[in-house]
């Protein structure tokens, strides 16, 4: 089991930078799928940035150039770094893992960029 504690976000201006985290409960050096995902009100949940079983990573092209994933296994935590923050941005995020193939989700943070 994984329990994963998310911690940062709030709010910011347009052009603004926030850090998230997730925290995990065990050690991540196996978890491979391990992402960030977000939903805004009335949309659906949709991939922000993750990395992959291969060790790479993946954007959604909204965000490419201005977030950055990152890891530090011996914290078992991941980041998000965002930066140039758009008002599109606003939503809740939420860390994900998956292990042994079971999926686990943060409690989600709230992001909102005012214009």
């Known amino acids: 089991q994984v329990q994963l504690v998310q911690s940062g976000g709030g709010l910011v201006q347009a052009g603004g930078s926030l850090r998230l985290s997730c925290a995990a409960s065990r050690s991540i050096f196996n978890i491979n799928a391990m992402g960030w995902y977000r939903q805004a009100p009335g949309k659906q949940r949709e991939l922000v940035a993750a990395f992959t079983s291969g060790g790479s990573t993946n954007y959604a092209d909204s965000v490419k150039g201005r977030f950055t994933i990152s890891r530090d296994n011996a914290k078992n935590t991941v980041y998000l770094q965002m930066n140039n923050l758009k008002p599109e941005d606003t939503a809740v995020y939420y860390c994900?893992?998956?292990?042994?193939?079971?999926?686990?989700w943060g409690q989600g943070t709230q992001v909102t960029v005012s214009s």
């Open positions: 994900r893992a998956v292990y042994l193939r079971i999926e686990y």
